[in-house]
């Protein structure tokens, strides 16, 4: 049991902002926030900050940048955090995902990174639950994306945020270590398909506290390989529970 939570308190410290760690603001990247694709000045934001020492990225409040799939991939250099403060929202044009339609953003191979920041990551989802085939049953079944998958990230903190209308899934952790997510908002119309809110797979040491889970699936769905799995103070529904 000590080992579970000296694991846990891994993830509290993890990217801890720090007054004197370099700040990475998307705007000085290229973002605009106006409407077209920021991807390419959020990678450059990214990749700067990925190869500094305790770099944070700032996504700014008061506006919505949108970005189409977008992998923010380790090693880095030491301990990272991203605030977002404003709203990143997925692009609404399906073809934008024909090279991979299972995930939009993906933190993959990062240790001790803090996602965090008041801000909302919206997925966009409407037009891929209009050409869902559980609400059209003349269609096809397809896979539609994760809005955030965070895939072989260690040592992880996530709390703060609003996650919103998802393309499919909302959040998934897969093959992480020692995460704590709190204080989250996860919110889809209750008859959007296959919207759970948190998945958890392959996945060790993983704390879910304080969160308010309201889709159209799972609010937390935990499946094969995962261990020491705690979630506390959940307010689900509607949704199927967990």
Not at 83 to 107: C, Q, V
Not at 128 to 154: D, E, G
Request: charged share 20%; aromatic share 6%.
């Amino acid at each position: 049991m000590s080992n579970s939570f000296g694991m846990i308190n891994s993830a509290r410290r993890a990217g801890s902002p720090s007054n004197s760690q370099p700040i990475f603001n998307v705007d000085d990247f290229g973002a605009r926030g106006d409407g077209r694709d920021d991807s390419e000045a959020f990678n450059k934001a990214w990749n700067r900050a990925c190869s500094s020492k305790q770099g944070a990225i700032l996504v700014p409040k008061n506006k919505v940048y949108h970005l189409k799939p977008i992998t923010f991939s380790g090693p880095c250099r030491s301990g990272l955090t991203m605030l977002i403060h404003g709203t990143i929202k997925a692009s609404p044009r399906r073809s934008d995902y024909e090279n991979d339609r299972s995930h939009w953003i993906m933190f993959q191979d990062v240790e001790n990174l803090r996602v965090e920041g008041g801000g909302t990551i919206n997925g966009n989802g409407k037009i891929w639950w209009r050409n869902s085939c559980k609400i059209n049953k003349a269609l096809p079944c397809k896979h539609a994306p994760t809005a955030v998958t965070f895939y072989q990230c260690n040592n992880l903190r996530v709390a703060n945020l609003r996650f919103k209308n998802a393309q499919q899934m909302h959040l998934n952790f897969q093959k992480c270590l020692n995460v704590l997510a709190l204080n989250l908002r996860v919110i889809a119309p209750g008859n959007s398909p296959n919207t759970d809110g948190i998945h958890v797979t392959d996945t060790q040491n993983i704390q879910i506290m304080n969160s308010l889970i309201r889709t159209g699936d799972d609010c937390i769905s935990i499946v094969s390989g995962s261990k020491n799995v705690k979630a506390t103070d959940i307010t689900c529904g509607p949704g199927h529970g967990i």
